[in-house]
């Protein structure tokens, strides 16, 4: 089984939809897919595979999330955040272009 340590990407990293050509950054990985079957067949056109890391990603400029196969990301070039409502929830501060996970909550 395919374990976090073997994710490509890791939360906080900025991200680039290799298919519709969005940014957003990462909030969560997952090993391999876990989401339902009925979502798959009605989300995951491509059909990616079930077996390798899927992302939990929040979409720039927007308020959607997304999750994403590995196989559809790749690495953002720009070194510009990301604008989502839910930022400041999730991240606490923007260093060298990835995002500082907000562990600590009030």
Not at 64 to 70: G, I, K, W
Not at 93 to 105: I, P, Q, S
Request: glycine share 6%.
């Amino acid at each position: 089984m395919t374990q976090i340590s073997d994710a490509k990407f890791a939360v906080g990293q900025i991200v680039h939809h290799r298919l519709f050509d969005y940014r957003g950054v990462i909030v969560d990985v997952d090993p391999v897919f876990y989401g339902s079957p009925d979502w798959y067949e009605r989300m995951a056109h491509s059909r990616p595979p079930k077996d390798e890391p899927w992302y939990h990603v929040l979409v720039d400029n927007g308020k959607r999330n997304t999750y994403v196969s590995e196989q559809n990301l790749e690495k953002d070039e720009s070194s510009e955040g990301i604008n989502h409502p839910l930022i400041e929830d999730v991240f606490k501060d923007f260093v060298d272009g990835k995002y500082v996970v907000n562990w600590l909550k009030n």
